[in-house]
């Protein structure tokens, strides 16, 4: 499960990098709904 975990983790934080410098201009406030979005992906991904 650990490995899984650190694989999961890992497709979030490049989907967070990819999100943060490919769309560079847009507001603060996207950046945290996308983070939450993300990070609910994740979770729903991490339960199968």
Same mark, same amino acid.
């Given at each position: 499960? #650990?490995? *899984?975990? @650190?694989?999961?983790? *890992? $497709?979030? $934080?490049? $989907?967070? *990098?990819?999100? @943060?410098?490919?769309? /560079?201009?847009?507001? /603060? +406030?996207?950046?945290? &709904?996308?983070? +939450? $979005?993300?990070? &609910? *992906? &994740?979770?729903?991904? @991490? #339960?199968?």
């Amino acid at each position: 499960m #650990k490995q *899984f975990f @650190n694989k999961v983790w *890992f $497709l979030w $934080l490049l $989907l967070v *990098f990819v999100w @943060n410098f490919g769309w /560079p201009e847009v507001r /603060p +406030i996207y950046d945290v &709904i996308v983070a +939450i $979005l993300l990070s &609910i *992906f &994740i979770y729903k991904l @991490n #339960k199968k």
